[in-house]
């Protein structure tokens, strides 16, 4: 091995775990008024699952952008959708799909109709806004998460998570009806 080899080697080495940090460092689910696309309209929530970032657009061309998990890979909603229904500390059940996908992680829910109450523990969180299309629950949420570290994440069964203070800071923000555009 050269002397050159070995120093441009070591150099980049070295500045590895700089660029891995820098890199995760660039991510920031922390709520921040952002600059967005005039098209969209006041009081629309934007999602862009493969930033993991939501947008509740407050004025034309102004935005806030909140840090999100989505969907794993095939379980991710698309679409536009209505805020119908808005709960704190909501109940929570799985759907017969998630029953049916990992029946050992929900083997208590099945062959009952029992919830979760809501609390601490709960999965949807602090709060829960429940998308409707066409009258239609799709039973997909946005909610709060026991889980902060799934934020920035595609992990979960297709719900929007955020962290539990950011959920509540929107959920008093958003009225029913607000329309929902995830990308």
């Given at each position: 091995?050269?002397?050159?080899?070995?120093?441009?080697?070591?150099?980049?080495?070295?500045?590895?775990?700089?660029?891995?940090?820098?890199?995760?460092?660039?991510?920031?689910?922390?709520p921040r008024e952002v600059s967005i696309?005039?098209?969209?309209?006041?009081?629309?929530?934007?999602?862009?699952?493969?930033?993991?970032?939501?947008?509740?657009?407050?004025?034309?061309?102004?935005?806030?952008?909140?840090?999100?998990?989505?969907?794993?890979?095939?379980?991710?909603?698309?679409?536009?959708?209505?805020?119908?229904?808005?709960k704190e500390w909501p109940t929570w059940?799985?759907?017969?799909?998630?029953?049916?996908?990992?029946?050992?992680?929900?083997?208590?829910?099945?062959?009952?109709?029992?919830a979760q109450p809501g609390g601490p523990?709960?999965?949807?969180?602090?709060?829960?806004?429940?998308?409707?299309?066409?009258?239609?629950?799709?039973?997909?949420?946005?909610?709060?998460?026991?889980?902060?570290?799934?934020?920035?994440?595609?992990?979960?069964?297709?719900?929007?998570?955020?962290?539990?203070?950011?959920?509540?800071?929107?959920?008093?923000?958003?009225?029913?009806?607000?329309?929902?555009?995830?990308?």
């Amino acid at each position: 091995m050269r002397r050159r080899t070995f120093l441009a080697s070591t150099l980049a080495a070295a500045a590895l775990p700089q660029l891995v940090s820098a890199q995760s460092a660039a991510y920031d689910p922390t709520p921040r008024e952002v600059s967005i696309k005039r098209q969209y309209q006041p009081g629309q929530l934007l999602i862009l699952p493969r930033s993991h970032y939501l947008y509740y657009v407050t004025a034309p061309g102004k935005a806030i952008r909140y840090g999100v998990g989505v969907g794993k890979a095939g379980l991710e909603f698309t679409g536009t959708a209505n805020i119908q229904v808005k709960k704190e500390w909501p109940t929570w059940r799985p759907t017969d799909e998630m029953i049916e996908r990992d029946p050992a992680a929900y083997k208590r829910f099945i062959g009952n109709t029992d919830a979760q109450p809501g609390g601490p523990g709960n999965p949807l969180g602090a709060r829960a806004l429940y998308l409707f299309q066409n009258g239609r629950d799709t039973f997909f949420r946005i909610h709060g998460t026991t889980q902060p570290n799934t934020i920035g994440r595609s992990v979960s069964n297709g719900c929007i998570r955020m962290l539990n203070e950011h959920v509540i800071d929107l959920y008093n923000r958003v009225p029913v009806g607000t329309v929902v555009t995830v990308l």
